[in-house]
């Protein structure tokens, strides 16, 4: 046993012996085989006969071997043929992995007298791999305010292939916003870079779903695809809008505080903060401040304060639709103030004379002037006395009156008067005012003494 430990040993020291010098003699020639990977069967490499140029027996006689670096390479020699055979189909992946190209290195070894030669086998790959995407799904977030031209450069695919095998190109599914190109970086490999070519318009596509297939550059061809999400982020390039640029409210002067006007509406396209929307009185004077109050979320505006159509019959309210941006809508509320009858009218004398001598043709009693505040039929004023009493009301001006007799007065039949004058609106209700004069009739020595017994 020791022996022939020895013996292998001492072999060994001579066959490294021999190998240095081999590789240092033939190393920089070496023989060059190919054979095509995943090729079944045992694969053909060369025949050693007709390569090293000997006899039928010779490579059984000279025990020749093939000797390969790790043993990774299985190579099977038929002594009889002289034909060099995989042992097993090659995986060039598994063997090179990214390595280009794929050799392998093994000897040949023949004793009596000792001689070897390198060789080498080269892996030919085949495109027996898909281009694979890690992230299948890519999410990006682009500015609808991107300008044409910006680029975003997107993850690669990776194919185990080498070569023409590896990856091509990158190609998009057709849409009008991007197209893809295909960059090269520093090591080969290639990742595909995004190009926006037409702005984009959230309120538009908010969206957009787009396929990436990565080719190689095989014969057929193998893809693999990635879908990109593209969710437009929004930027604050919509203002408010209302829905109507003008309201045209009426209402009754009597509406009471708090009294719901009208409710504004605006709405904005823009999402999230860009579109919530805050109204408020626009360059409105302070009488419309006092007035009229706008709910910032609402929309809804309500009176502060009572109307007297009176004094102001119509306003005119400017309301502002703001988003949290600084864009703005405006709208405007024609704010018609309707008359209520909520005025008497008034009867002011302003000539009277108390005493009126008896007898004497038409005179004057008084001069008196109306008037009413409110507005149309509101307004309008109807002016009368009593039927029963020897007094006419004559409408000089309009709402101007004068009392006057209608015939001579005798002091002796009635001496005083009670003259109510009424004043009534047209308007409903109706309201009334009333006036009371006294007139006194003053004697005139209209009568001779007359004795009570003739
Ligand atoms: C005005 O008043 C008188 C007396 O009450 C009445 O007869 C007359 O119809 C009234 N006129 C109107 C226009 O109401
Ligand atoms: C007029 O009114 C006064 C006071 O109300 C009353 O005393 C008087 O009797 C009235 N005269 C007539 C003629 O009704
Ligand atoms: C006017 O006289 C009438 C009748 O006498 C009476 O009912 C009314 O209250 C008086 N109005 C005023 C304001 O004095």
Known sequence: METSGKLICRQRQVLLFILLLGLSQAGLDPRRYSVVEETEGHAFVTNLVKELGLGQRELSKRGARVISKGNKLHLQLDQETGDLLLNEKLDREELCGHMDPCVLRFQVLLENPLEFFQAELQVIDINDHSP??????????????????????????QDMDVGRNNIENYVISPNSYFRVLTRKRSDGSKYPELVLDKALDREQEPELRLTLTAQDGGSPPRSGIAQIYIEVVDINDNAPEFEQPLYRVQIPEDSPIGFLIVTVSATDVDTGVNGEISYSLFQASEEICKTFEVHHKTGKIRLKKQLDFERIQFYEVNIEARDAGSLSGKCTVLTQVMDVNDNAPEVTVSAFTRHIPENSPEAVVAVLSVSDLDSEENGKINCSIQNDLPFLLKSSLENFYTLVTER???????????????????????????????????????????????
Request: net charge negative.
């Open 132 to 157: 694979v995407f890690i992230d299948r799904d890519m999410l990006l977030k682009i500015s609808e305010s991107s300008p044409p031209g910006i680029t975003f450069p997107l993850k690669n695919a």
């Open 408 to 454: 001579p007065l005798d002091r002796e039949s009635q001496a005083e008067y009670n003259i109510t004058i009424t004043v009534t609106d047209l308007g409903t209700p109706r309201l009334k005012t009333q006036h009371n004069l006294t007139v006194t009739v003053s004697d005139v020595n209209d009568n001779a003494p007359a004795f009570s017994q003739a």
